[in-house]
């Protein structure tokens, strides 16, 4: 299928996200945004696997979070599955595309035993524990003996 053939399915496949699949506001927002970065990408006229696995790997330089790059991958796999469900197109390029995304490796622990803690006894430990998940920063604190 052509570019130019994709950009006048997107209002039908709008309408289909609000009416049929009842999907919330700000996910048919996410869903335009995605699939307008998705055809800006673009710059060859007949899209084809080739083209879908180079956004890909666009995607994974641009963006750190695996989240982000699910969603959007999600978004345009969902507007191909859209395709060819109402027939537009044949197959989904897709469908002979491997698109797992795996987590980043995790938690990044960071452990800083400080002794002698201002607020406790002489003979107590607090422990300072930081750790970054995704955009969450988070301090647990531990006294013991």
Partial sequence: MKKIELEKQLES???DCEFRKRL????IKAYTIDLNQYLEFITTTEI????????????NKKY???????RKIASVKAFYSYLEYEEII????FNKIKTKIKASAGLQLGFLF??????????KTC????YKE???NILLTKVSN
């Fill in 13 to 15: 496949y709008y309408e």
């Fill in 48 to 59: 084809n696997q080739k083209i879908i696995n180079e956004y890909i790997h666009y995607l």
């Fill in 127 to 130: 422990v300072l524990v930081y």
């Fill in 64 to 70: 750190l979070k695996y989240k982000t790059i699910k």
């Fill in 90 to 93: 044949d197959y989904s390029p």
């Fill in 114 to 123: 400080v002794e002698n803690c201002v607020k406790f006894p002489l003979h």
């Fill in 24 to 27: 919330n506001e700000k996910t």
């Fill in 134 to 136: 995704e955009s969450k």
